[in-house]
């Protein structure tokens, strides 16, 4: 039973009453606790993070603006220092004040301030801005969009694609931005503050971005490939004296007359298929073959960029986007121009744009369109928390959440016309419909059709160098920004082992991924990607996101969350906001996990078609890192102490400290 407190002491039953020795407006430790006056409230300000008073009569009493509170602190609250994962159950031993004064483990709350101090940030708003746009903004954009568009009736796709962007992706992007600036936490520890019982989507996102790093590397690696064989008079998949070419290449750019039969092959698909990946080498998955070491050599060079890039943080990192960010805007441009004056370009966009309202009443569209949305923007993998978690506090992230979503969106739409000029181009040199070449979906667009086109235009050496260089920077940023996830999350869960240590901590992660991408690299590695690609992220990161939304939104309180936003940018955010992260959004993403479940899609890649078992295995692959979520929750009950009943109370208690007029701030310490 709990005793109300006279003033502003919090003193546990089993002890003494002693003399305080507080001051008014100061704040005093008594009993191994440090009491906080109301009136003298710490605020952690943006300009050098300075820690000053504030006014306690707006009943902002003991909250730190950073997102640090009494009860939410990262440190054990025992008052002993005992470790992490020490508790303090003062529902039980504490006497409290109704008016939500909030209490901290004196040397400990000093060393978090201390931390914060000492917490990196962007150099500048643009190094921020240009990190998520990059982030954003990848190799999806170019090969994913524009073939899905044109799927799904051209022109009459943007109307579920703007819809799903509006009460779908972009509220969401907006919700981790807001997330990881006002806790300033990566994706594991910011669930402390949150509800702790869920922090086991930190841990399942963690290992969504080590499968993502193990493949998305790879398709790089081809794409340096690309780039090196570029640097020739004549392009190798020009012709079809190679070596690799077999009796059905067929060039119909040729000067010679030449027919296009059904077993024509291009050279541009000899290349890609049996000089680059070799596939033709294996048997499937049940046979993977040796490695490529040319494409191992790539990769390594790849890993190498990325570890001198991110090594030292987001100040090296926020240099490199300047280049790997803005770079891809000078391609797609010049692009876009060159595509727009090549015969046949009109075809290609009138494929691309011509709209097919029937489509609008399958459902399939619909689904695409969020799915299309969700994977482009981003969120669920712990980049948007990480990043956002270096911004000063009162940086505008609503205004951020804003351009780059938009930013991100305009570019997926612009690429399109990029690719669909070139296909039109194509379709009218092969006397054929722009159906008929564009069949090619995923990487094979870009490294087939669009490597052959480019082939056959005048100053190709030219054009294929800036085309794969634009390719490679496209995936450096999302690599980044991937890593920094993991990166940011393990240091700010255990900084007393790694925060000294950043670049000895990334080194080893670009060795496990670089170990993980090998059977990548193997001469089936093709069909690893397409099902980690499928499998591995799609629907794991969807009901992680899905478990965030509803956390944030029903557990830790749409309220609090909007207080938070408040505190941050001086304004509350409006009904449609609290609408969609309340009902809309995880709606949209149970609607579109149960869709993907519902409906498993038919691997095909070339002539392989996969197996039964592989959907087992790929299935099997995406549950191990969602299964990190109810093993979490499991290992938390079993090692709390108390009955299921007093413990599940004390855990939901927590979740639902930030109804303040109910349940008192300071009388649940429990940390995960």
Not at 287 to 304: A, E, H, R
């Amino acid at each position: 039973m709990e005793k109300k407190a006279t003033g502003n002491e919090t003193e546990p039953l089993t002890s003494k009453k002693g003399v305080s020795d507080c001051n008014e407006g100061e704040d005093c430790k008594e009993n191994g606790l440090l009491v906080r006056n109301p009136k003298s409230a710490l605020r952690l300000v943006e300009d050098g993070n300075k820690v000053h008073p504030s006014q306690g009569e707006k009943g902002e009493a003991a909250q730190i603006s950073n997102g640090y509170s009494g009860v939410q602190s990262s440190v054990p609250c025992n008052g002993t220092g005992e470790g992490e994962d020490a508790q303090c159950t003062a529902p039980a031993a504490t006497t409290t004040t109704t008016t939500t004064t909030s209490t901290t483990c004196g040397a400990e709350g000093q060393q978090q301030l201390m931390e914060l101090e000492d917490r990196e940030t962007w150099s500048k708003k643009i190094d921020f801005l240009l990190s998520v746009i990059g982030y954003a903004v990848d190799l999806g954009n170019v090969w994913r969009f524009p073939y899905i568009c044109y799927q799904n009736g051209g022109g009459a796709f943007l109307i579920p694609y703007t819809i799903m962007a509006i009460f779908g992706g972009i509220p969401l992007f907006y919700m981790e931005l807001a997330l990881g600036q006002y806790h300033r936490n990566g994706c594991i520890s910011i669930w402390r503050k949150i509800c702790p019982i869920f922090k086991g989507i930190g841990f399942a996102i963690c290992i969504i971005d080590l499968y993502v790093a193990s493949y998305y590397n790879t398709i790089m690696a081809w794409a340096f490939y690309y780039l090196v064989s570029s640097f020739t008079a004549e392009l190798p998949w020009t012709s079809c004296t190679n070596a690799w070419n077999t009796g059905n290449c067929t060039n119909y750019f040729s000067k010679d007359n030449v027919s296009w039969s059904p077993h024509s092959i291009s050279p541009a698909e000899e290349f890609y298929t049996r000089q680059v990946l070799q596939v033709h080498r294996s048997n499937g998955l049940d046979d993977l073959g040796g490695i490529s070491w040319q494409l191992t050599l790539c990769l390594l060079l790849i890993f190498t960029i990325v570890y001198f890039s991110i090594w030292k943080g987001v100040k090296t990192s926020g240099k490199v986007v300047w280049v790997t960010a803005t770079f891809p805007y000078i391609i797609l441009f010049i692009l876009l121009v060159r595509g727009a004056t090549l015969p046949g370009a009109w075809r290609g966009v009138l494929y691309y744009l011509k709209p097919d309202w029937q489509k609008l009443l399958a459902t399939e569209v619909w689904v695409d369109a969020a799915a299309q949305i969700f994977f482009s923007l981003g969120p669920g993998f712990g980049v948007l928390l990480a990043y956002a978690s270096y911004n000063k506090f009162h940086n505008n992230c609503y205004q951020d959440a804003l351009v780059t979503s938009t930013v991100n969106c305009v570019t997926s739409f612009v690429s399109g016309f990029v690719i669909f000029t070139v296909l039109g181009y194509m379709a009218e040199m092969r006397n054929e419909d722009v159906s008929e070449v564009a069949k090619d979906t995923g990487p094979s667009l870009l490294f087939i059709t669009y490597a052959e086109a480019i082939a056959n235009m005048p100053a190709s050496t030219f054009f294929a160098i800036i085309f794969f260089l634009m390719l490679l920077t496209l995936g450096l940023d999302s690599t980044f920004a991937g890593l920094e996830g993991v990166i940011t999350g393990v240091l700010d869960e255990f900084p007393h082992v790694w925060s000294k240590r950043r670049e000895l901590f990334v080194l080893g992660l670009i060795i496990v991924c670089f170990l993980g991408s090998l059977a990548t690299l193997t001469f089936g590695g093709a069909y690893v990607v397409k099902l980690f690609e499928e499998y591995a992220t799609g629907p794991a990161v969807l009901t992680v996101v899905f478990l965030e939304a509803v956390a944030v939104a029903w557990f830790y309180g749409i309220t609090q969350f909007c207080n938070d936003v408040k505190e941050m940018l001086g304004f509350t955010p409006g009904w449609y906001w609290r609408v969609c992260w309340v009902a809309v959004s995880p709606i949209f993403l149970l609607f579109v996990t149960c869709s993907f479940l519902s409906n498993p899609p038919e691997l095909r890649l070339f002539e392989y078609n996969y197996p039964y078992w592989t959907t087992v295995v790929g299935y099997c692959i995406g549950t191990s890192s969602v299964i990190c979520i109810p093993i979490y929750m499991v290992y938390r009950l079993i090692i709390t102490p108390g009955t299921l009943k007093e413990v599940s109370t004390m855990l939901c208690c927590f979740c639902l400290t930030v109804r303040k007029e109910a349940i008192p701030r300071n009388i649940t310490c429990i940390f995960f």
